[in-house]
């Protein structure tokens, strides 16, 4: 909600603002829908997780509107809308599953901002503020990474399949990556190919009653893998 605030004024695109001007009250809805549920059930609201805490403080301190957009409505929303979704599909509640497709809903337009706004910021920016992307990219998503791993139990108590949304929602964040131009194709290419996907998923998130299909890590390779 604040970071969808603070964005408003970093971008210069009168149609983008108006965009993130909705988001925050998409955003104010989805706080204060989820809040009232959880009164109504008598529950508490857990604090954040360490690691997507350290995720949402380093989006929202930054004041570079690729660095912001990029964590945000890129990794951030993409990461909610696949959260959302998989959850509703492992839930029964009739309130919570109509709660949450209402809210990925949203969720999946958010994303939509960075995949039509962003490649026109990106194609205008310096060498260092690519450098600076890359380097929060990569921090961020190692936080997400061990927050997906401390929430392993969680997950596994609804009966998701922790490995099996970590490769659908890499893959998509790949995709969404290489369409920001060449070089962030070459990149996903390089850091993101299938072999080594595979092989965190298994050594992350493979359920301990499953066989782990490797034990070690794969050279990647600058050709990459088809998305």
Same mark, same amino acid.
């Given at each position: 909600l604040q970071i969808s605030a603070e964005l408003i004024p970093l971008v210069e695109d009168l149609d983008a603002q108006k965009v993130l &001007?909705? /988001?925050?009250v998409e955003e104010a809805k989805?706080?204060? &829908? $989820? /809040?009232?549920y959880l009164e109504l059930l008598g529950g508490e609201i857990?604090?954040?997780? +360490? +690691?997507?805490? /350290?995720?949402?403080?380093?989006v929202r301190a930054t004041k570079s509107p690729a660095v912001k957009l990029l964590g945000m409505q890129l990794l951030v929303e993409n990461l909610a809308h696949h959260l959302f979704l998989e959850i509703r599909s492992h839930v029964e509640e009739p309130v919570l599953r109509d709660l949450l497709r209402y809210i990925d809903q949203d969720e999946a337009k958010h994303v939509g901002l960075a995949r039509n706004y962003l490649p026109r910021i990106l194609a205008r920016t310096g060498k260092l503020e690519i450098a600076k992307i890359l380097g929060y990219s990569t921090f961020w998503g190692l936080?997400? $990474?061990? &927050?997906g791993y401390q929430l392993k139990g969680a997950a596994e108590s609804l009966d998701i399949d922790v490995a099996k949304g970590f490769r659908r929602v890499t893959r998509e964040h790949r995709k969404l990556v290489s369409n920001l131009g060449w +070089? #962030?194709?070459i990149c996903t290419k390089v850091t993101l190919s299938d072999p080594f996907i595979? #092989?965190?998923a298994d050594t992350l998130y493979t359920r301990r009653d499953e066989p782990i299909r490797g034990s070690r890590a794969p050279a990647t390779s600058a050709r990459g893998d088809r998305a």
């Open positions: &001007a909705v /988001q925050v989805h706080v204060t &829908a $989820l /809040q009232r857990p604090p954040v997780n +360490f +690691f997507c805490k /350290q995720v949402l403080e380093g936080c997400l $990474l061990s &927050a +070089f #962030w194709r595979e #092989w965190l």
